[in-house]
């Protein structure tokens, strides 16, 4: 079955940087457009960054563009996502999502940024 697991979320002060990972298994990685949404307490999910297939075209929201980097290894079947330049508003849980007869979600990982 589709399985998405996400790795590397954690406590970072204002500035730092994180870089979380997502292995995925249970389907053909390498055709699929991967995705980071994230949701903060009390706001809807939202949308940050989106890979193609094979990487060629990337997508990010305007508050983490020229901050945060979207990067797939398909040998590795792992999306990543670079955060630099994190601020307090970046405090969420990141979760990634792909589309295999319908959207599949990981069970995502805590990011803190610290004032």
Do not use: H
Not at 6 to 27: H, I, K, W, Y
Not at 54 to 80: P, Q
């Amino acid at each position: 079955q589709v399985q998405l697991v996400e790795s590397g979320g954690g406590l970072v002060q204002s500035g730092g940087s994180l870089r979380l990972s997502c292995a995925a298994s249970g389907f053909t990685f390498s055709t699929n457009t991967m995705s980071w949404y994230r949701q903060a307490p009390g706001k809807e999910r939202e949308l940050v960054a989106s890979i193609t297939s094979t990487g060629g075209s990337t997508m990010y929201a305007d508050s983490v563009k020229g901050r945060f980097t979207i990067s797939r290894d398909n040998a590795k079947n792992t999306v990543y996502l670079q955060m630099n330049s994190l601020k307090p508003e970046d405090t969420a849980v990141y979760v990634c999502m792909t589309r295999v007869g319908g959207r599949r979600w990981g069970q995502g990982t805590q990011v803190t940024v610290s004032s």
